[in-house]
């Protein structure tokens, strides 16, 4: 079984620039997760899919981030425009039915925005 | 108060003792609770999940978990370099689906 894949695992851009970062789970899991961790900080929630409906995304920072999973499979996070503290590592998790088991993460894509 | 707090160490062992790594949270209706581990430049990988008071174990780990006192712990026996790493606690909140998290603590077996 083909873990959860980000790409592209790292990224450096320019304050007011635009970036997407992708994310495919797990196939058949139907929950799709984003987190974010910033340096020094903990790991924390961006917003939660099922399928290509968003659940909840209590933890996304400002609109200038958007996410979509159009068709309930890869799901992208845009970062337009990106600002300095936009910098860290965004992960992505995904489970087949809630949480009760637990996530599985990808390796993350490290965002540096200069 | 932070809802999931860790020491953030770096906690050192020497190899084959056992490693206890604490965590405590705010939230007294959280239900699961997960410890993962990270190695440094890739993706938590979960070691264990438990939901009810008392011990789980699986392999070498232990998973405790103690609801009045709102702390779950996590014992490695017999600690192997290969250990060294973070380990993060996370808490899933009743009602959500999204998990909190700690800092993570660093873990040092010395060999």
């Known amino acids: 079984e083909a873990g959860v894949t980000q790409f592209p695992s790292h990224s450096v851009i320019e304050k007011g620039q635009t970036v997407t970062l992708r994310c495919d789970p797990i196939s058949g899991h139907d929950n799709l997760y984003w987190y974010r961790r910033v340096m020094g900080k903990e790991i924390k929630f961006l917003l939660h899919f099922v399928k290509e409906s968003k659940q909840d995304e209590s933890g996304m920072p400002n609109n200038r981030f958007l996410a979509e999973r159009t068709g309930g499979t890869y799901s992208t996070l845009k970062v337009q425009p990106a600002e300095l503290e936009d910098s860290g590592v965004y992960f992505c998790a995904s489970s087949q039915v809630g949480t009760g088991s637990g996530y599985t993460f990808g390796s993350g894509t490290r965002l540096t925005v200069v | ?111």
């Open chain 2, 1 to 111: 108060q932070k809802e999931v707090e860790q020491n953030s160490g770096p906690l050192s062992v020497p190899e084959g003792a056992i490693a206890s790594l604490n965590c405590t949270y705010s939230d007294r209706g959280s239900q699961s609770f997960f410890w993962y581990r990270q190695y440094s430049g890739k993706s938590p990988e979960l070691i264990m999940f438990i939901y009810s008071n008392g011990d789980k174990e699986d392999g070498r780990f232990t998973a405790q978990l103690n609801k009045a006192s709102q702390y779950v712990s996590l014992l490695i026996r017999d600690s192997q370099p290969s250990d060294s790493a973070t380990y993060l606690c996370a808490v899933n909140p009743s009602g959500t689906y999204k998990y909190i998290f700690g800092t993570g603590t660093r873990l040092k077996v010395l060999a």
